[in-house]
């Protein structure tokens, strides 16, 4: 499956957040990350992620589809993260 995950937590948190959502997906803007997933990796990013939250005070949004293809990305300004550069 293909998703886009939005986070928002806690200043103290953020660094934490951010390594793990670059274990599983590709980081395309601050807090925004996507990528291709199985469902058996999703549950153990929001496994992860759920340790690392303030239940109380953060968030962290999933957008899923099954795949890339089925979603339009219309970039306005400066891409981040291009997927496209290989090295």
Do not use: P
Not at 7 to 12: F, N, R
Not at 46 to 54: D, F, G, L, T
């Amino acid at each position: 499956m293909y998703i886009i995950l939005v986070y928002d937590v806690g200043e103290k948190r953020v660094a934490k957040m951010l390594r793990l959502c670059r274990r599983y997906l590709h980081w395309i803007q601050n807090s925004v990350f996507e990528g291709e997933i199985t469902e058996l990796k999703l549950r153990e990013l929001k496994q992860n992620a759920r340790k690392i939250m303030a239940m109380g005070e953060d968030s962290l949004i999933i957008f899923s589809s099954r795949e890339a293809r089925w979603l339009e990305k219309d970039i306005v300004g400066r891409e981040k993260n291009n997927l496209d550069t290989f090295l």
